[in-house]
């Protein structure tokens, strides 16, 4: 292993439980439609860094820890026991918001909901016990503020 990818894989470890999969989320989302955007990329980091779980992570090591999550998924699979666990990670309703927001966000981000994202959203929404109703709200509300964002998409940056 470089040294690159052990000071990669030394960041990752540093992460509490609740961060690494949130980082595994958002590589989900991310990956979805089978394609790397950029836009959804800038998104995730955007947003994880804004999170409590991530006080302290540098946007550099977040995004190392990204891409080498991206690097040990293999795109083909539908990560569904991946997603149980996520989900089952958070048992707090306010927490299990965030989780289904972040997907939702970073999924968005490139402007589009194609359908492979849209069942995966459909299914971490059924593993985080909530409705499709709930669903349906929070991808309006992701799509309502990325539209009247000023930078549109991405997403903006966190306010620290």
């Known amino acids: 292993m470089s040294i690159l990818n052990r000071l990669k894989r030394a960041i990752f470890d540093d992460m509490t439980p609740e961060a690494r999969d949130l980082v595994d989320l958002a590589v989900l989302a991310i990956i979805k439609d089978c394609a790397i955007h950029d836009d959804e990329r800038a998104s995730a980091v955007n947003l994880l860094l804004s999170l409590p779980w991530f006080q302290g992570i540098e946007r550099a090591a977040l995004e190392g820890a990204i891409e080498e999550a991206i690097g040990e998924r293999d795109f083909r699979q539908s990560h569904s026991a991946l997603t149980a666990r996520i989900a089952r990670r958070f048992d707090d309703p ?7 927001g972040i997907a939702a966000f970073v999924v968005l981000a490139d402007g589009h909901l194609d359908e492979r994202e849209a069942a995966w959203l459909e299914q971490l929404t059924k ?7 709930r669903l349906d709200e929070i991808v309006a509300d992701v799509r309502e503020f990325l539209k009247e964002s000023p930078g549109g998409y991405p997403a903006p940056p966190p306010q620290r």
């Open 94 to 100: 306010d927490a299990r918001e965030v989780v289904l």
């Open 127 to 133: 593993e985080l016990g909530m409705g499709k109703a």
